[in-house]
């Protein structure tokens, strides 16, 4: 994995990672959630490198390496797709398969609502496609934007909430994918937080994400608030490229209503497929399974 840093229009860092050399191999780009380490992919990635290359990033204020407090303009939700934009164009990306989890699927679907001509494919893991978050009523919404109000009145609560979350979990280090480790069967296994994933606290899910000073909690909430209030249903149910949906059949943070089911069987460049026992974190629960169904979709449209 290649580590490379860009400066943005607006003058901010970012840092983006490359896998794989080979120009002739399908591309295939990750958005993440905000605040998510790229190496939570690396089960997925070692499973889709080599046959294709792969392309990650930070979202802007990450890592706390850069030492950039965001203001709320740097954290604008248009400068978070120009950011993925200018980056493909950085590295000479043309056209590229999509692979998204969680809020990270409405900065992609903004930016195929912009750029389509840049889309073979798109796979959603467990996507927050509506406003508000996932669930309309998301306990893990109505915690941060507590702690959105909480921060913005008393700075200084910051130092609490980062310690509660230390208290409740490990909170994730430069080296944090080392407590992760997978058995033969594909399935993730890691010291305490695999007690967390069962339980999905939602503080404990704020101890997943590469927070670990004030300024990238400060950062986390300016972009969970503005990923958090854009609507990209128009863009979610009128996919018109080849797209999968792949589904925690556990996952209480982000699912499918009766409405969105009907809408996507309306759509015939959509199929869906639920994961049995999957949580909002199947990512590392099921790493070898996901990317086989990642696999299966992308080698659908390179036979066509």
Not at 86 to 111: P, R
């Amino acid at each position: 994995m290649e580590e490379k840093t860009y400066l943005t229009h607006d003058g901010v860092s970012l840092r983006y990672y490359t896998i794989g050399s080979d120009r002739r191999a399908p591309v295939v780009v990750i958005t993440s959630a905000p605040g998510m380490s790229i190496k939570f992919w690396l089960p997925i990635i070692t499973a889709l490198q080599g046959k294709y290359a792969v392309l990650g990033f930070d979202y802007r204020g990450f890592p706390k390496e850069f030492g950039h407090k965001l203001t709320a303009g740097d954290a604008r939700f248009d400068n978070l797709v120009e950011d993925l934009n200018m980056i493909l164009e950085k590295e000479n990306i043309e056209e590229a398969h999509f692979l998204s989890w969680c809020s990270g699927a409405k900065v992609m679907l903004a930016f195929y609502a912009s750029y389509p001509e840049k889309f073979r494919s798109i796979t959603m893991l467990n996507p927050a496609h509506k406003t508000g978050g996932g669930a309309e009523k998301s306990e893990f919404s109505n915690v941060l934007y507590g702690l959105i109000d909480k921060v913005g009145s008393d700075e200084r609560s910051i130092e609490r909430v980062l310690k509660l979350m230390k208290n409740i979990g490990v909170v994730p280090n430069a080296d944090f994918f080392d407590y992760i480790k997978e058995d033969e069967s594909g399935v993730a296994h890691a010291l305490d937080l695999a007690d967390l994933l069962i339980d999905e606290s939602s503080y404990s899910n704020l101890a997943f994400y590469m927070i670990d000073d004030a300024i990238t909690l400060s950062n986390y909430l300016k972009i969970y608030e503005e990923i958090n209030k854009t609507n990209v249903e128009e863009s979610f149910f009128g996919l018109s490229v080849a797209t999968l949906l792949l589904m925690g059949e556990q996952d209480t943070i982000s699912y499918l209503t009766e409405r969105d089911r009907d809408y996507i069987v309306a759509n015939e460049s959509i199929s869906w497929k639920e994961i049995p026992g999957g949580s909002h974190f199947m990512l590392i629960e099921y790493p070898t399974q996901i990317a086989t169904e990642i696999d299966r979709h992308i080698e659908t449209i390179l036979d066509q």
